[in-house]
């Protein structure tokens, strides 16, 4: 295998190149960190046309070659731990670039019955993968803080380098042909937009089932079988836009760090998480950030920050986030070298367009011999979804939710070819097929939580997301099926 990188002169425009030449693919990704922060979100990678894709259901990992099938028996996770070996190359270093190529895509939340002994079956609305990735063999590199773009190409066993490169040529004339030309106009929005037309969602929990639930959460914290849970809950609309479109939508009405577009044959998901679930950088170092503690944001300057510093300063939601940072510190723990796990942030206060959340960070070292895999699977689910303990929360949260959650509180992002990879926590995410689209929300459920108040956080989590779908159906519907 070799790996051919190439710096693409002058300006190159992200967002253009992937509605002008990727958006209509069958099979395309952007790792989009729209909302630039430190340490976070200084890169962007696009691509289309993978060479192959890996996907699993009930419990088969199927490789779809483009002349051929091959299924793979066994632990979902270590079939793809076998598949990424094959393409594995070490040695290999492109500065701080952190991804040249590999796979995309993510792990959905029912992946935990492959990583921990849990209850499994509810009904599937959506129908997407367990599991699903696109092996990239061509990327398009983007590093915002520099403002400078690459073009990479793996090569595989018996590919001609020169057709390669040639290849190459006419794919960064075709970005910077892309580049320069105009965008169409993304729908406007307002922050009164998220309470109109409210009657299009259909949610699977009414606010008196959600109250009930909540009760009997509070009765196994109570009984000790559990401290935390994150309950979650769907909704469901008609979409009458391309995915596409709406994405460019909830990435001006609700920018995040790890936003991002998948394309998946007539799947499609659209994201604008401000979480990572889990991280391995190329110096073997292991980072989880996760989020506990939420509070709408105000249109008034001064309640804004009123409402930050009581998040900040709220005994309730510190010790919610911290229950989850010591859930973390032991799942790294179980694979970083002894006495690497620390917690460098408490309590950091990060504010979106909707909410201000209170993040902390996990690190730790990977320990020599642990497989990425193995680190991905022995924090998965990420704690912040799931509670604490994990498993009985999970038992618990199986029995109360009415739908899988699919693709919602998995992880999703890429795994390098040189070992590293990203993962977002899918959180704030729209997941479309045919003329319908679904989301979750939901939130930690402690000792001390005030059921009402934990309902209407829930709804300002999906603020965003009604906002998204609203001013993209109404832009639809707005435009003549016929147009003169």
């Given amino acids: ?14 967002e253009s190149v992937f509605v ?13 960190g729209n909302l630039p922060a430190e340490g976070l979100a200084r890169w962007s990678f696009l691509g289309a046309d993978p060479r192959f894709l890996v996907e699993v259901r009930d419990g ?7 002349d051929r099938k091959e299924i793979l028996d066994g632990n979902p996770f270590d079939a793809i731990k076998d598949i990424w070996n094959r393409f594995r190359t070490d040695g290999v270093s492109y500065g701080d670039i952190p991804f040249i190529g590999g796979f995309v895509g993510y792990f959905g939340y029912e992946m935990n019955r492959y990583a921990e002994s849990v209850p499994a079956g509810l009904p599937d609305p959506v129908g997407a993968p367990d599991s699903f990735w696109m092996f990239a063999d ?3 590199i983007w590093d915002q803080k520099l403002r400078k773009a690459w073009l990479s190409r793996i090569l595989l066993g018996g590919e001609d380098r020169k057709s390669a490169e040639r290849d190459m040529e006419r794919d960064v004339e075709a970005i910077l042909r892309a580049s320069a030309r105009p965008l169409p106009e993304v729908p406007g929005h307002s922050r009164d937009d998220a309470s109109a037309e409210v009657g299009m969602f259909a949610g699977m929990e009414t606010r008196e089932t959600y109250l009930e639930k909540i009760a009997r959460i509070k009765e196994h914290i109570a009984a000790g079988d559990i401290y935390q849970a994150c309950f979650t809950h769907p909704f469901s609309c008609v979409l009458h836009a391309d995915p596409f479109e709406l994405y460019r939508v909830l990435r001006a009405v609700n920018p995040a760090p790890f936003s991002c577009f998948l394309r998946m044959g007539d799947l499609a998901v659209c994201s604008s998480s ?67 796990v620390i917690v460098p942030e408490l309590f950091r206060i990060e504010s979106y367009a909707t909410v201000h959340q209170l993040v902390s960070v996990v690190e730790g070292k990977l320990a020599e011999g642990v497989h990425p895999v193995d680190a991905i699977r022995a924090s998965f689910p990420g704690g912040s979804m799931t509670g604490a303990p994990k498993i009985r929360a999970m038992e618990i949260l199986h029995e109360l939710e009415t739908v899988k959650r699919g693709i919602y509180s998995g992880g999703l992002g890429y795994l390098d070819v040189r070992g590293n990879f990203d993962l977002s926590m899918v959180i704030r995410t729209v997941v479309c097929r045919e003329d319908r689209a679904w989301f979750h929300v939901g939130g930690g459920i402690v000792a001390d939580s005030d059921p009402d108040d934990e309902y209407r956080e829930s709804l300002d989590k999906a603020a965003a997301l009604k906002r998204a779908i609203l001013l993209c159906n109404r832009r639809a519907s707005s435009i003549p099926e016929n147009p003169a």
Avoid: Q
């Fill in 274 to 340: 401000p979480e990572r679930f889990l991280k391995l950088g190329a110096n073997g170092l292991l980072e989880t950030r996760p989020i506990k503690g939420t509070r709408r944001r105000s249109g008034d300057e001064a309640e804004d920050r009123a409402r930050a510093e009581e998040l900040r300063a709220s005994v309730k939601d510190r010790a919610e986030n911290v229950m989850i940072v010591d859930l973390a510190r032991h799942d790294l723990g179980k694979v970083s070298a002894s006495g690497s």
């Fill in 138 to 140: 061509r990327v398009l």
């Fill in 60 to 66: 088969t990992t199927r490789v779809v070659h483009r």
């Fill in 20 to 32: 002008h030449v990727m958006s209509r693919r069958p099979y395309a990704f952007w790792l989009d």
């Fill in 1 to 14: 295998m070799e790996i051919l990188l190439r710096p693409i002169p002058g300006d190159v425009r992200p």
